[in-house]
């Protein structure tokens, strides 16, 4: 299995040429040994992180608002990516020769591209909440039921995974091994037979269909929430530490998923359109940029649930096997970080540093980070 790319599109067995740049790569052990090294530190990041974020979203974090169910979702998806890479990075230090049969390449390779884009759609459904709690508390509190958002967000969640599984679903009706004489290897999901799709019209619709609703709609959506969200906050009289540092984490999460995410699919349209019409290939510069689309699995942990005073409190508390009093868990429902059900609105009254309508009812609650 190779992560989530779209690899090279080649002709059938008895038409495959290899070009030099192709066959360097393939070789190059140098190349191997460095992803594979970045692909165990993330493994063991995104399992130990994300392991933890499970435990504390399921068992310790209540209520179970939207917000805490697409980041349960969220963390599944980067589990997921996590429980994948292994086998990758067998796949890899063995020279790029599958040995565990097709149906094993083409699930893994499914498990992949699944959870690598559901994630961003998660990522996009928890700006969108975010946007929704700041820029329109009221409406989304008067118009929205508590019951009902959270029914919309287990729906959502479903819809994401539909979608994504209808948009790749070639990838579940091929083999994608590949055997590659010269170099006596068979390849999973490094190349594929052009004959997968029955035109070029086709490919161009399957890879317009990835990068248009899988990554640029749902970017262009996240940006313009925290965008939002950023000026929002930036326009509020108040200059407290909360603010900034609520602002700062906006615009981190903005970062990382556009450098995360951004690199490898321009690359794998570029690539894409330069293999299918013009027999040109930027593979290697495409395959490097899938370990910045791995990282982001390791580091979302960090973004949306350790940057939480809370969250961190509980971890503390769970570490040391004391479980958190009455008046903690109180607390904890009450008062949850910029990155968990806190800006659910609709739930609660809007924060001080957000509103000033509520700023009398509401006069002790602010963002904790």
Not at 147 to 163: E, H, Q, T, V, Y
Not at 177 to 204: H, Q, R, V
Request: a positive charge; glycine letters at 2%; one cysteine or more.
């Amino acid at each position: 299995m190779r992560s989530h790319s779209l690899p090279l599109m080649m002709g059938n067995h008895s038409e495959l040429k290899l070009d030099n740049a192709t066959l360097a790569l393939l070789n190059s052990v140098n190349t191997r040994i460095t992803i594979s090294v970045i692909y165990m530190i993330v493994t063991v990041i995104n399992l130990v992180g994300n392991g933890l974020s499970m435990w504390l979203l399921i068992f310790h974090t209540s209520p179970k608002t939207p917000s805490i169910i697409f980041m349960i979702n969220l963390t599944l998806t980067d589990m997921a990516v996590g429980v994948a890479l292994p086998f990758q990075i067998a796949y890899q230090l063995q020279g790029y020769h599958w040995t565990l049969g097709p149906t094993m390449c083409s699930v893994l390779t499914l498990v992949f591209y699944t959870n690598m884009y559901c994630s961003i759609l998660t990522m996009m459904a928890i700006g969108i909440v975010r946007y929704l709690g700041i820029i329109l508390p009221m409406r989304y509190r008067d118009k929205v039921g508590t019951g009902k958002k959270k029914s919309i967000a287990i729906i959502s969640c479903f819809l994401m995974w539909g979608l994504v599984l209808c948009v790749l679903h070639p990838l579940m009706t091929t083999d994608l091994t590949f055997y590659i004489p010269e170099l006596k290897i068979t390849t999973c999901f490094d190349m594929l037979k052009k004959e997968m799709l029955p035109s070029k019209a086709a490919w161009a619709t399957f890879l317009f269909s990835m990068v248009f609703f899988l990554f640029l709609f749902p970017f262009c959506v996240t940006t313009f929430c925290y965008v939002r969200v950023i000026l929002k906050l930036a326009k509020n009289s108040q200059k407290t530490t909360q603010k900034k540092r609520a602002i700062r984490l906006v615009i981190v999460v903005l970062l990382v998923f556009t450098v995360c995410f951004a690199p490898n699919n321009i690359l794998l349209l570029t690539h894409s359109v330069l293999k299918l019409f013009y027999d040109r290939s930027l593979y290697m510069a495409y395959k490097l940029s899938l370990c910045l689309s791995c990282l982001n699995s390791c580091l979302d942990p960090f973004i949306y649930y350790f940057a939480c005073k809370e969250f961190r409190q509980k971890l503390r508390k769970l570490m040391n096997l004391t479980s958190l009093t009455s008046v903690d868990s109180m607390k904890t429902k009450q008062k949850e970080s910029f990155y968990s059900a806190h800006f659910d609105s609709s739930e609660r009254e809007h924060t001080k540093v957000y509103s000033t309508a509520y700023r009398e009812t509401e006069s002790e609650e602010e963002i904790r980070v």
